[in-house]
């Protein structure tokens, strides 16, 4: 029981508990390994260690608000889903656009290169697969700027790490975490698309 085995943890451990849960719900996304800007370096999340530990103690809890955690050790990534099908991710068509373009680059590249889990990318890039992958037109690209916001809110969700350079600017340099592939289905993806070919020929895809 949950009551129980919450009382058998220390005073620290309570307040470890809470600052887990309440980071898990704000995040969605919880990753074994973060880029420390500061040291430049990855390091592991303590965050992850604890529910790691207390896998059952944390999952039992969120089960009772309807929520159900997972925990995908191979790629590092803890996450939580509401089973009620409520308080998911709500994404723009801009920034569900960048996360299939996302995720399709770190598919891609996690074939050539297994041995880290994050992703190096750049704005630029992502741009320009956006165009190969005709998700914008070559004549209406989206300024570096009007991405910002975009950005800011893929790294809130531990999506993506921001790594240097301004979200706005063109140089922004980020790692692409393993997180992607749990953000966006197969039906989703049709959704994308469905909402792309409904769009005027002469409005944009991204604004």
Known sequence: ???????????????????????????????????????????????????????????????YSGWILSKDSRRGVISIANEYEE????????TSIMVYGLRYVYENQRQEDSLSQEVFFTSSELVQTLMNMHLIRADKRPSFAS????????????IITRISGDFKERNLQFYINPSILFVIDNEMIAAIYEEIEQLPDEEDVIE
């Not at 949950?2 to 620290?12: G, K, P, T, W």
């Not at 308080?87 to 801009?94: K, Y």
């Not at 991405?147 to 531990?158: P, Q």
């Open 87 to 94: 308080n998911h991710i709500r994404m723009d068509l801009i």
């Open 147 to 158: 991405l910002g916001s975009c950005y800011r809110f893929l790294e809130a969700h531990n």
């Open 1 to 63: 029981m949950f009551d129980e085995q919450y009382e058998q943890l220390r005073s620290a451990e309570k307040e470890e508990f809470a600052h887990v849960v309440n980071t898990l719900m704000l995040k969605s996304f919880i990753l074994r390994d973060y880029y420390d800007r500061n040291a430049k370096m990855m390091r592991s999340s303590k965050e992850y260690t604890f529910i790691d530990r207390h896998y059952d103690l944390v999952s039992d809890y969120l089960r």
